[in-house]
């Protein structure tokens, strides 16, 4: 499953091109000592630059106080390839599970925080916590990414898109519309 | 493109089902005798019940006010056949042009918000705002959804993920994993 290609420095103003098509991801986190990773479906892009994602974790997960408590997490972006992987993360508690050990993942050291990234994912953008006013009421935190890094190929992998339940859609061919657009739309 | 495959009411709490995948949406909006549809790809579901979702709209759009003014919208779902009108949509701005009219698009009635929606789209989500806390800082608007409505078939309508650059990931394809769920997962 992990294979060997290069991962390379993404521009933090190109993250949307990973997060606007909605896939599910998996945030890593780590605080005092533990780490946990949890599936996300509930994400949004929210500015280019600085580049900013909002999502809901909500505070009966486990991997909320430790986002809360460190103010920053890695969102991983999962391809097909780790689909049990992340079935079996969103069904299983962090709470006395470390689950990078459980689900054979790799936690590598992020570049710009302290928390691991799932080295086994296409994608990983690093975050700091920004905005948490919202955090309370609707358990909406808002992130600045940091740093992000990718594989280069392939260029659109197949990602997972949940429709709940048990059923994903899988996004991967493309509709190359560029010529379709004004320029400063682009 | 208009099709006849009637449309039923989708249960409040199942809105996720059609949203929390990522589409690429049309966002339709109306308020003293003015219309508007933008394209919006930024947004994410919140809660199932209340059945919440936010979206980021920036001031710079001619939607902002229209949706501001009158604390309401429709979140129109486009399959791959609206591809044209979608990025035509977004495009385009709505100071001065009527998109209904200029994209030949249907203007129906909602059920229960003063917007019409766009009738050729999949699926409509009519909103009320609830919450406008973060629309100055992030223009990020906060919506009830308090009806909807989808066609049946296609039961995984093939649907737009925008990743800039003028290219779309479709997502239709399905991988159904229900029996890996736990239960209470589902």
Chains 1, 2 share one sequence.
């Not at 499953?1 to 993404?10: G, R, T, W």
């Not at 509930?42 to 460190?70: D, K, Q, Y």
């Not at 962090?94 to 799932?118: C, M, Q």
Request: proline fraction near 5%; charge should be negative.
């Amino acid at each position: 499953m992990h294979d060997d290609v290069e991962k390379v420095d993404v521009p933090l103003d190109r993250v949307r091109r990973y997060l606007e098509p909605g896939p599910i991801v998996l945030v890593s986190s780590a605080w005092n000592g533990e780490r946990n990773i949890m599936t996300l479906g509930w994400h949004t892009v929210m500015a280019f630059s600085p580049s900013l994602i909002g999502c809901v974790i909500s505070s009966g997960n486990h991997s909320s106080e430790l986002v809360r408590r460190s103010g920053t997490c890695v969102i991983n972006l999962p391809t097909t390839a780790l689909t049990d992987e992340v079935i079996g993360i969103g069904n299983s508690s962090g709470t006395g599970l470390d689950k990078f050990e459980h689900f054979g993942l790799t936690a590598s050291p992020s570049t710009a925080v302290e928390v691991p990234r799932v080295e086994e994912c296409h994608a990983h953008f690093e975050c700091r916590l920004v905005d948490d006013s919202l955090v309370d009421r609707h358990g909406f935190f808002i992130w600045e990414v940091v740093a992000a890094q990718a594989r280069m190929t392939p260029a659109y992998p197949e990602t997972l898109h949940y429709t709940g339940d048990g059923v994903f859609m899988v996004a991967g061919e493309i509709i190359d519309r560029r010529s379709q657009f004004l320029p400063q739309m682009l």
